[in-house]
């Protein structure tokens, strides 16, 4: 993903910290003096039953108290090609081009 978009990732973290203040993908502008120090506290936490404790009030605290939803990122997506290029149809579904109906025509 570019430096703007969200990937959801492995951890927990990568999803629930873009309600941080400081985090550039907070785009629904979270700063809730209650929700920060969660936030700050599961990055902290290096046992993991406390952590999940404090994760979980966070996401509790989120979904109870908090009207800011998920915020998808939908990059646009620009394909190119030369007039000689004949058949080229993008798919935006699948990773990679099928060049399978493609050919050159000069």
Known sequence: MNHTAKAIEADVDSYLFT???????????????KLNPLLEAQRREP??????EIVRQAV????D???????????VDYEFTQPYV???APNFLNPGW????TW???
């Not at 309600?19 to 003096?33: L, M, T, V, W």
């Not at 046992?47 to 999940?52: G, Q, V």
């Not at 509790?60 to 979904?63: L, M, P, S």
Request: aromatic share 16%; no cysteine.
């Open 60 to 63: 509790r605290y989120i979904n």
């Open 86 to 88: 004949k058949g080229f």
């Open 98 to 101: 099928n060049f399978t109906n």
């Open 47 to 52: 046992d993991p039953a406390k952590r999940l």
């Open 65 to 75: 108290e908090m009207v800011y939803g998920l915020t998808l990122y939908a990059p």
């Open 19 to 33: 309600y941080h203040p400081s985090n550039r993908s907070n785009y629904s502008g979270s700063d809730d003096p």
């Open 104 to 106: 050159i025509d000069k």
